[in-house]
């Protein structure tokens, strides 16, 4: 994930200041507020949805927060999490446990990858449960056109069971300061499929640009409207009756993924697509993830160099697999 900002902006591993073009326009909002109990639907004997939320709510990757944390903003995405998280409880029924890890920078600090790859691995979830795996912090990905490169990049930040898989799609985690062993939503899916659930979620709002590599920070344009909910079968659908595996990500490979500093509007943007995408559907509607997946649209850019005054345009472009039941990974 990168920050933006109305006065500076910053790569993920390597500072690349900029400044923006131009300000915001109206933005959509996506706030799920929990229903009222009339609309709390009938609980649904044996369904139970399992969620960990993992969140660098004080990046490792800046502690002091100077220019380029993330820390405010992963807050806030951990705040709209929880609310939606409790507005699927309330709306299906369903029994959800929550789980977190975040960030503490204090001695005992849970945020390491080796912290993350156990819990996930001694994740509660039984045959049957649907489980949701989000991750909202620094994330990349590696590959290179030359074997030898990728191999040392491989051997020196991936978990070892990521030895020998092809490169993916999908970004691995900068799960603390130390960046090693270090899991990816591929191999978040494979740990969690043996556990044989239901429906396996994993989404991470992160960047998922090169290991090493520098790019332009940003702010995105967009307009619309909040609409109401009432009922909510569309998350019954999602959640109660869906089967398979579901893993997305805020950005293609190669690419970063940002999230707004605007005191209004903050958190990842794609988690704010994510949830106005949802709020999008008729909430007495039944619907698909492969619909959700349609719905998550590109997002413009438009930056202006500091250095050298050239404006850039740039599309950040959320992905989105869907595979059968108990699928372990994406390739």
Known sequence: MRISSARYVTACFAAAALVL???CAQRRTSVFVPPSSSQVSQTIGGSRLVVLLITDNTDHQYPNRQAGSIAD??????????????????????????????????????????NIVRTIKTLPVNAGDAVLVYYSGHGFNIGSDDPATTASQIARFASPEFSGRQLTQFPFLA??????????????????????????IVMSDACNSFEGGTGPAAERFFAGGTRGTVEDLRLRSLFVEARGTVLMTGSQRGHY???????????????REFLTALESIPASQRTTWQEVGRLLTPMLIRVQDRRTARVTTDVQAPILYVGEPFATAAR
């Open 73 to 114: 903003g992963v807050t806030k995405n951990a705040e709209l999490m929880e609310t939606f998280v409790q507005r699927v409880r309330a709306s299906t029924g369903m029994r959800v446990d929550v789980h977190r890890i975040a960030g503490t920078n204090g001695l005992d600090d849970p945020f390491t990858c080796d």
């Open 257 to 271: 993924s940002y999230y707004d500093t605007n005191f209004f509007h903050p958190g990842g943007f794609f988690t």
């Open 21 to 23: 073009l131009a300000a």
């Open 175 to 200: 799960c603390g300061r130390d960046v090693r062993n270090t899991p990816n939503l591929d191999l978040i899916a494979t740990w969690l499929a043996a556990k044989r659930p239901r429906l396996t």
